[in-house]
């Protein structure tokens, strides 16, 4: 330690968090200390619908000759934000469509840089964290998985976008497509979709994942938005801002955590049931303690079909 460090603290002492956060990592290149924390404000990304009152969609590819890739717009709304850390086991699936899982054992990949690779080590371990963590699992089929990087050009970026992946109507369409021959019968018992999301460099220092709890979701504030892939259409879903949704996050977010992001329960559809919703409306967001020189988070997130009771 040098003479000239304490002086540096005391003078550090009186500047903004992420001003501190600044000195500290040009001091020593470490930023862990840093990471925003607690309750905040943040602005998040709405739905807002086309102006000439047409339905909503968006093309997954390029949009075909001279068509927008999305025919509806957004506006910013400055919300707060409660950091569920220390609480997470509050946070249940029936209730509020999202749910932390904490320690869980280092993956045998270690790479997440190949499709057939995630798909033989990291899948296995999905598969088996939700059949341990979601109650009355008992069949899981794992669609689909999304890396996404905060560095410029990466192919898949955090989405700064409030949305869900999924409505009724596409939910229902996934069992079909994914497992035609027993859709009908699978289709008569309990299904859900649920993301399976975990930092690949926690902690997290930047652009952190927000959610908000599926009980306070008006049914009203879903709008649907049709999902062109080039050769069918999906469906997800725009949220309409209500000052009564309440979002949260999970700071610094670290790679033995998962956050699972139910898209729907079929459950929820049902008279006198206890899920509050089963959907999930989230959005990555930019923190404004997060200091300069802060690390853009990269995350995976692994969909699945969930069956059982
Ligand atoms: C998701 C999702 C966005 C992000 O996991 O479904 O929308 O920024 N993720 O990670
Ligand atoms: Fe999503």
């Given at each position: 330690m040098t003479t000239a460090q304490p002086l540096q603290v005391t003078a550090a002492h009186n500047l903004s968090q992420s001003a501190r956060a600044e000195v500290e990592y040009q001091t020593n290149g470490d930023l862990s200390s840093f990471i925003p924390r607690g309750d905040t404000t943040v602005t998040l990304n709405y739905f807002r619908p086309p102006e000439d009152g047409s339905a909503p969609h968006n093309y997954v590819e390029k949009a075909p000759n001279?068509?927008?890739?999305?025919?509806f717009g957004d506006f910013d709304v400055q919300v707060p934000i409660h950091d569920i850390r220390g609480h997470?086991?509050?946070?249940t699936l029936d209730k509020d469509a999202f749910q932390v899982v904490s320690d869980v054992p280092e993956s045998?990949?270690?790479?997440?840089?190949?499709d057939e690779s995630i798909k033989k080590n990291y899948y296995p371990e999905v598969e088996k964290l939700i059949l341990d963590h979601v109650?009355?699992?008992?069949r899981v089929f794992l669609f689909d998985h999304t890396i996404r990087r905060s560095?410029?050009?990466?192919?898949r970026a955090p989405v700064t976008r409030v949305h869900i992946d999924q409505t009724v109507k596409s939910a229902t369409q996934r069992v079909h497509h994914h497992l035609p021959e027993e859709a009908e019968r699978l289709l008569q018992g309990r299904y859900r979709i649920i993301n399976i999301w975990r930092p690949l460099?926690?902690?997290?220092?930047?652009n952190p994942l927000g959610f908000a709890s599926?009980?306070?979701?008006?049914?009203?504030d879903l709008i649907p938005i049709e999902h062109r892939y080039p050769d069918r259409t999906g469906e997800t879903a725009g949220i309409r801002y209500n000052p009564a949704q309440k979002w949260h996050y999970l700071s610094?977010?670290?790679?033995?955590e998962r956050l699972f992001l139910e898209c729907?329960?079929?459950?929820?559809?049902?008279?006198?049931?206890?899920?509050?919703?089963g959907r999930v409306p989230h959005t990555a967001f930019q923190d404004p303690r997060t200091p300069k020189g802060a690390v853009g988070r990269e995350s995976i997130e692994v969909r699945a079909l969930v069956f059982g009771p």
């Open positions: 001279g068509q927008p890739q999305r025919n997470e086991s509050e946070y045998a990949e270690h790479d997440f840089a190949d109650p009355g699992s008992n560095t410029p050009g990466a192919p460099n926690g902690p997290v220092q930047a599926s009980s306070t979701l008006k049914d009203e610094g977010m670290k790679n033995n729907f329960d079929s459950e929820a559809r049902k008279p006198g049931t206890k899920v509050l919703g």
